[in-house]
């Protein structure tokens, strides 16, 4: 095994909380080199920006949006942390319109939704920016390795050294691991991965260790809202009916609205070449089967289109879509957790130098990116001492 494949701390995913974890541990001290294993072909994770190769000139942000921060607890080091990445210009407030529709507009209900509570903020670029430039920022010694495209399938724990496989063959050694992904615990890897055992369990049998059966146990009764987005990349006529200046502009459905057209949110977005791009958030499990079984997918494009005029029919903010340039369409891997949220007393098991952090830990921001950067900060704090 070559020496470039060592490593001190190796950490599955490349999303937000490893982001975070990975810099926050920096910026205390530590000195170790630092692997980030990542399966998509950039940072971010649902924090992501498609940067379209056939649509020249466009980003669309086609996971979060932008993100909330409640912090009703009063955690301090988040809250340092949110006002750091505002002094370096790293975040912004985001002042975009959020407007609620419903059926009847006579009678609404509020909507309550979890991403648009309390303080919102947004990346002062791109989303899939926001993950690279929280780790930039303290990654000054260049301590850091990028590995994208890169699959782990198989971990084994041997002489006090994790080894991971990735999917084509290659292999990292590292004294700690680091898992912000939990694909390698949860039993949905079987089916993704095509193996017949959790990576985790194989590495690790049953009875060896109480936390990580228990973490096995409770991680495989999490559930995952699973979601596709539909991006519309409009021509240059397209443009709102009134004056709206603002970056985003986002469309929240009630729950009538959504059953009927099944879309959750729209989310309008400004290009930098004054193009409108939409991006069309759905969760709803016939309207995503009913995609996949569709064999002429050009007729559902026109269904896409169908839904989005008689959503925004007579509406005083947007226009009628009649064409479009192209439309795109991200299928979620790595979806949000709901349900059961994992103790975070589990985050950590000395025992065979492994940890965990994400937003599927029982804390508040519970699959939200704050979550996951409560998550990150937390574990950094906790794993000091072991160095």
């Not at 080894?163 to 615990?185: D, R």
Request: aromatic share 12%.
């Amino acid at each position: 095994m070559i020496n470039d494949t060592f490593y001190d701390i190796a950490i599955i995913g490349g999303g937000i909380s490893s982001c975070v974890f990975s810099s926050f541990h920096l910026k205390n001290g530590y000195q170790g080199r630092i692997a980030i294993i990542e399966n998509g072909r950039n940072l971010g994770g649902r924090a992501s920006t498609r940067n379209s190769i056939s649509n020249s000139g466009w980003q669309l942000n086609h996971g979060s949006p932008n993100f909330n921060i409640c912090n009703s607890n009063n955690n301090q080091s988040l809250k340092t942390f949110i006002q750091e990445l505002l002094d370096s210009k790293i975040i912004q407030s985001d002042p975009s319109d959020l407007i609620e529709l419903y059926e009847d507009p006579r009678d609404p209900k509020k909507i309550i939704s979890d991403f648009h509570k309390c303080k919102n903020y947004t990346s002062s670029s791109s989303m899939s920016d926001l993950s690279k430039n929280i780790l930039n920022h303290n990654n000054l010694k260049n301590q850091v390795d990028f590995f994208f495209q890169t699959l782990i399938v198989k971990i084994k724990y041997e002489n006090n050294l994790w080894i991971l496989t990735s999917k084509n063959g290659y292999k990292f050694m590292t004294k700690f691991l680091v898992c912000s992904s939990n694909l390698i615990l949860h039993k949905r890897s079987l089916d993704i991965l095509k193996i017949n055992q959790i990576p985790l369990r194989a590495a690790i049998p049953i009875n060896n260790d109480k936390k990580i059966d228990k973490i096995l146990n409770l991680l495989n009764k999490q559930e995952y809202v699973q979601r596709l987005t539909f991006l519309i990349y409009t021509k240059s006529n397209y443009c709102y009916k009134d004056n709206y200046k603002n970056r985003f502009r986002y469309f929240l459905l009630n729950n009538l609205l959504e059953e009927k057209f099944k879309f959750e949110r729209i989310i309008f977005q400004q290009q930098i070449n004054n193009k409108i791009g939409i991006v069309l958030h759905t969760r709803n499990k016939e309207f995503i089967t009913e995609y996949f079984q569709c064999n002429n997918k050009k007729k559902f494009k026109n269904i896409l289109l169908d839904k989005f005029n008689q959503i925004f029919d007579k509406n005083s903010y947007i226009n009628k879509l009649i064409d479009y340039q192209d439309i795109s369409i991200m299928i979620w891997r790595a979806s949000q957790p709901s349900g059961l949220g994992i103790p975070e007393n589990l985050q950590v098991c000395d025992k065979y130098n492994i940890a965990f952090c994400g937003d599927w830990f029982d804390l508040e921001g519970f699959g939200r990116i704050e979550g996951a950067i409560l998550s990150a900060l937390k574990l950094s704090y906790k794993i000091s001492s072991l160095y």
